[in-house]
């Protein structure tokens, strides 16, 4: 997968230096790396499914009868056959458009970690692989969950964290939904601990000089027995 990071810092990247930054959202992050993917792959664009059904065996469902949705959680993206199947999550953090206001660099720290379970509970009971892919600037760059004493700083070279952590993380952080139940719960059931390993990190050439650093990062997540 190297090379489609690659490719994709490129394309992304053209783009990060002709466009102001606040009007590059996550739906332009996953054209590119479509594009990425077509390219290096050699796909065709239907071999490539963006809003991937996750596996029900890989969640707990809530059986909510009112959810819009019904109990059909996605994944960004999913290519390949078999063991060879891929799946991807991703987020780009960046700053507000009000100069000078603070993220909610909690909220995305907690989106990390919903991600990155998701991933491994679905390669866990479908195999295949899991990337964790982001987009971050300077002000999601460095930053952690201050309550808890285990919470590396974004972006940490590795995550390693199972149930008990999960778990401990939503004592310390009650207000709102910042776990999804659905998949801590089946993670409690599997006993296995999510482990994503960093394997790219490339910075994004500013368009001005003297900007401050945006980091395209990539994650593989595996889910430990």
């Not at 992050?29 to 071999?47: P, T, V």
């Not at 990155?116 to 892919?133: D, E, I, N, P, W």
């Not at 310390?172 to 296995?192: A, N, P």
Request: proline share 4%.
């Amino acid at each position: 997968m190297e090379d489609v990071f690659e490719k994709f810092h490129l394309q992304f990247g053209e783009r990060y230096t002709r466009h102001l930054d606040l009007d590059l959202t996550e739906d332009v992050f996953r054209y590119d790396f479509f594009a990425a993917l077509m390219h290096i792959k050699g796909l065709q664009s239907w071999e490539i499914h963006l809003e991937h059904p996750i596996d029900p065996s890989a969640y707990v469902p809530r059986n909510n009868e009112k959810s819009k949705r019904g109990e059909k959680p996605q994944l960004d993206l999913a290519f390949g056959d078999g063991a060879e199947r891929t799946y991807v999550e991703f987020a780009m953090f960046k700053r507000n458009s009000v100069d000078g206001s603070p993220i909610n660099d909690t909220e995305n720290a907690f989106k990390i970690l919903n991600d990155m379970m998701r991933l491994a509970l679905q390669v866990h009971v479908v195999k295949g692989s899991g990337y964790f892919v982001s987009v971050a600037d300077y002000t999601m760059l460095g930053k952690r969950l201050k309550r808890s004493d285990r919470s590396e700083a974004f972006p940490a070279e590795r995550y390693e964290f199972d149930h008990t952590v999960l778990q401990d993380l939503m004592n310390l952080y009650v207000v709102g939904r910042k776990i999804d139940t659905r998949f801590l719960e089946k993670l409690q059931q599997t006993g296995i601990t999510v482990c994503a390993t960093r394997v790219f990190e490339r910075e994004l050439k500013p368009p001005v000089p003297g900007k401050k650093s945006t980091l395209v990062s990539a994650w593989k997540v595996e889910a430990l027995i």
